[in-house]
């Protein structure tokens, strides 16, 4: 069981060749690395499973492999088109997980050496069309991790600056939280080619310009994403796990944000945000055992505005009626009033 879905497994996945699972997207969600929150989010299972469907149908369109093999409604699976109501089950081709050993100090990834194909890159890479207020950028560039030069800016931007061409950032995906890197340290603990790294790139500047061309289309300004990747047995990269989802991705309209980065918003304003960074700060491999406050649940009517939110877009990112709920515009217009200082 992870944070915000569960995974089934059907059929081992092998060296040579890829198993069977299924996800099953849940109403919980999460913020902060911190694993599940105390409250659910109604409708959000289904709106992510379907909102992530759509996006993968898409890509195999333009030929571009991912895991996924089509949703699940009673013993059939079937594509988007197929489904009659909504379903929060998604089956996909599985690979093999290679996890990283802790050693004092850090992990070691030397299990990744030799490796053919049929495992998860351990790697998220990010995209970034814009600086939205709370992006990690601003914190990195304040404590010298990152500089200008590696995002391709001469002058300090400032929140909500929109960048004249995607930055591509990239992290750990299997330690306890993650971890910036460099592309050189990206490619050396994941045993990647450099050719391979440029392929990465490419394909995932392709997802960006799939769900950027989409959000435009709705008048959403698609300012962030992650996307994960996995070999295949022949060592084709395939894009896996979930995408171009409010989780996956930051999106905003006229200046609300249509993510879960409304619920962050909200805990940032906590004390047990506040502890939750000082843990990190002390400890950033066990941060967790730090710390003693716990996240309080949401406030009742902007829990239910966020549900509103994610069924909302998951109807006009797929251009189909799956839930009964206000127009995102009503939806935003609920949660601007929550969001004021």
């Known amino acids: 069981m992870g944070s915000v879905k569960d995974t089934i497994i059907l059929e081992e996945p092998t060296r040579e060749r890829t198993g069977v699972g299924r996800f099953v997207f849940s109403d919980r969600y999460s913020v902060f690395d911190w694993g599940e929150m105390p409250d659910h989010i109604e409708g959000k299972g289904q709106a992510l499973c379907l909102i992530t469907a759509y996006f993968f149908e898409e890509l195999e369109n333009r030929g571009v492999k991912t895991h996924y093999l089509g949703l699940v409604e009673g013993e059939k699976v079937v594509d988007l088109n197929g489904l009659e109501k909504p379903s929060n089950v998604l089956q996909f081709k599985t690979v093999r997980v290679i996890r990283p050993s802790e050693v004092p100090g850090g992990y070691d990834y030397s299990a990744y050496v030799g490796e053919k194909g049929c495992f998860l890159i351990p790697l998220e890479v990010i995209y970034r069309n814009s600086l939205p207020e709370g992006s990690s950028v601003f914190k990195r560039l304040r404590e010298g991790s990152l500089t200008l030069e590696d995002i391709g800016l001469e002058e300090m931007p400032a ?113 047990w945000y506040r502890d939750v960074e000082r843990a990190k700060e002390e400890e950033p491999v066990h941060w967790k055992e730090r710390v003693v406050s716990r996240p309080e649940p949401l406030p009742s009517e902007l829990r239910r505005a966020i549900s509103h939110l994610y069924m909302s877009f998951a109807n006009q990112v797929t251009g189909r009626e799956w839930f009964d709920c206000p127009p995102l515009p009503e939806v935003l217009g609920k949660i601007k009033e929550y969001l004021q200082p």
């Not at 619920?263 to 940032?268: G, K, L, N, T």
């Open 159 to 271: 929140p909500g600056q929109v960048l004249p061409r995607p930055i591509l950032d990239v992290s750990t995906k299997l330690e306890s939280s993650d971890r910036y890197l460099s592309w050189d340290e990206a490619r050396a603990i994941s045993g990647l080619s450099p050719e391979e790294i440029t392929r990465l790139k490419e394909l995932t500047l392709l997802v960006n310009s799939l769900i950027t061309e989409k959000a435009e289309g709705l008048g959403l300004l698609h300012e962030d994403g992650k996307v994960e990747f996995a070999f295949d047995p022949q060592r084709e990269l395939m894009l896996v796990d979930a995408l171009g989802t409010p989780d996956e991705c930051r999106f905003s309209y006229q200046g609300i944000p249509v993510s879960k980065e409304v619920a962050r918003i909200h805990y940032r304003r906590t004390s």
